[in-house]
């Protein structure tokens, strides 16, 4: 099928009046929706096929974001990254193609009426780039792309299932507000350090991420660490964490 | 984009005296061409010492371009005196900064220049990978999507009818400015706005929206400068010799602003209003 998104008129429409509209999003009232974007014009047909994916949708919030990453990622990692920052196909999809996911994983907020994290949810109202890591769908996909490891071909999200497996919503938006972690050999870098210490410690916890990212802020300030390898990466963070959180060195090769 | 100008360590820029009688140039260049986004720079460098660290290959001339929507931020180097970069459109979206440095390569220990300013003297002085040796130039630059017509005001924003305000009302964070209107002014607004009266009515709504909008940019541009509209209405300013940021001083007051934006408005709506008292007589 083709993703449908919302267009201009009708993304400001929702926008603005969505106090008006609140009580279709807390019954989740189909009909309503239906109805509305039967308007002319109120939904556009773009060019791009993909299949919808196959949402997990498990009580455990924490599994199925794990799952769901991969699923939106797999199902729509042909689009251009140029795409992937419009608000209207993210808004689009969560009101017409997914709304059944943004329905299920919003579920609390529907229940207690919470306008401003529903709003979020549907719209880019956190700034642009923020947005990305805070929409109820964009966040899936930009989480995959940026932890996806092409050069690990047999299991590619193995970084994705670790940055996924715990406080999700928290470090996408903390780990990728940070302007360094837009470069991949960066990122990835960071990852791998935090993965290892992760398996020592048997869980990590939010603070490693910040301390990590605050870590790259100071040093960036004398550096210009995009000449830095993933590999140089991943031993500076080592070597920065395992110092302020007084942990032993590691025995052996990295 | 802004770079860190203050190191612990000597840096060729000419804007301190680290070095004598040495010189580091770009001329930084970016250009959309079919599908791709050119950027290319010349690198002139002035310092034996410095140059010799590039013949070596312990340093390099590098280019480094960040589009922060889009997460792309990639370093290119070169040991040559010309770079010339391509990268897809489709990568970039919204504001791209580019920037040129001479970085290390390498680690260099005990680093020795016949140049550096005399107050360096006998210190032991070392590098590490990615230290900024000298810096060049730097250029920004808005891609924005082809359908939006740079200098077209009305492109960015949108009148819209509030169901629930009894108030106009402005609201700036996102790529379009949205003035909403309550249900009867928006209806009249509709109805009238291509009338003999056109003007007067964009007046009474765009205007003192835009007082409102140059009044919260003078404290907020960091939370806007990302929206097509900032950037829109940055071009706009440019194209009359003004600057966006000098809104709000006392060059350039919100309310001054915003009538140069709309060229004039109060007088088109009195020429229109003279015109239909002249018919009705």
């Known amino acids: ?254 | 984009m802004k770079f860190n100008t203050n190191f612990p360590y000597p840096v060729l820029h000419p804007e301190n005296d680290d070095y004598m009688d040495s010189n580091f140039e770009s001329d930084l260049s970016i250009r959309p061409e079919f599908g791709v986004v050119k950027i290319s720079t010349n690198f002139h460098l002035q310092n034996r010492g410095l140059d010799e660290l590039v013949r070596n290959e312990l340093a390099a001339f590098t280019v480094h371009i960040q589009c922060p929507l889009t997460s792309f931020r990639q370093l290119y180097e070169t040991t040559e005196d010309y770079l010339e970069i391509s990268i897809e459109k489709e990568k970039l979206r919204g504001r791209i900064f580019a920037h040129a440095f001479l970085v290390a390569k390498e680690p260099i220990e005990n680093y020795r220049n016949d140049l550096l300013n005399a107050w360096y003297g006998d210190l032991e002085i070392s590098y590490q990978k990615g230290s900024i040796l000298a810096i060049g130039d730097s250029v920004e630059s808005t891609m924005l999507e082809d359908h939006t017509d740079l200098m077209n005001l009305p492109a960015i924003i949108s009148v819209r009818k509030s169901l629930d305000a009894d108030v106009m009302d402005v609201e700036m964070l996102s790529n379009t400015i949205v003035i909403s209107l309550p249900t009867y002014e928006y209806n009249q607004y509709a109805a009238n706005a291509l009338s003999r009266l056109k003007n007067s009515i964009l007046t009474s709504i765009i205007l003192p929206s835009l007082v409102q909008i140059f009044s919260s940019i003078k404290d907020n541009a960091g939370d806007y400068e990302e929206y097509t509209w900032y950037q829109v209405l940055q071009k706009i300013f440019e194209a009359s010799n003004y600057s966006l940021e000098e809104v709000g001083t006392e060059r350039l007051s919100p309310l001054k602003a915003a009538q140069l934006v709309l060229r004039r408005p109060l007088k088109a709506s009195f020429e229109e209003i003279e015109k239909l008292n002249r018919m009705e007589d």
């Not at chain 1, 196959?54 to 924490?62: I, K, M, T, V």
């Not at chain 1, 994705?160 to 991949?184: C, G, L, M």
């Not at chain 1, 870098?189 to 603070?207: P, Q, S, T, V």
């Open chain 1, 1 to 254: 099928m083709k993703i449908k998104f919302l267009s201009e008129e009708t993304l400001l429409d929702l926008r603005t009046n969505y106090s008006s509209y609140k009580t279709h999003y807390y019954r989740k009232d189909n009909n309503w929706f239906d109805e509305y974007f039967k308007g002319e014009g109120r939904v556009l047909e773009s060019q791009i096929e993909f299949e919808l994916p196959p949402f997990h949708f498990e009580e455990n919030y924490s599994e199925s974001d794990r799952k769901n990453v991969k699923q939106i990622y797999e199902s729509l990692k042909h689009l251009t990254v140029t795409q992937a920052t419009q608000e209207r196909l993210w808004s689009g999809l969560a009101h017409l193609q997914m709304q059944d996911y943004v329905f299920y994983r919003l579920k609390k907020e529907l229940i207690n009426k919470n306008d401003k994290r529903i709003n979020t949810a549907f719209f880019f109202l956190s700034g642009n780039k923020r947005s990305l890591f805070v929409h109820i769908l964009a966040r899936l996909w930009w989480v995959g792309y940026m932890t996806y490891d092409s050069k690990n071909a047999s299991n590619p999200y193995w970084l994705t299932d670790f940055f996924t497996e715990k406080d999700f919503s928290a470090r996408s938006v903390i780990f990728f507000s940070s302007n360094f972690t837009s470069n991949r050999n960066i990122t990835i870098g960071i990852l791998k350090a935090l993965y290892k210490i992760n398996h020592e410690l048997d869980h990590i916890k939010r603070d490693h991420f910040v301390q990590a990212t605050k870590y790259l802020n100071k040093v960036g300030g004398a550096l210009i660490l995009d000449m830095l390898t993933e590999e140089d990466v991943e031993k500076m963070i080592d070597k920065q964490l395992r110092k302020h959180f007084e942990l032993p060195d590691r025995v052996g090769v990295l």
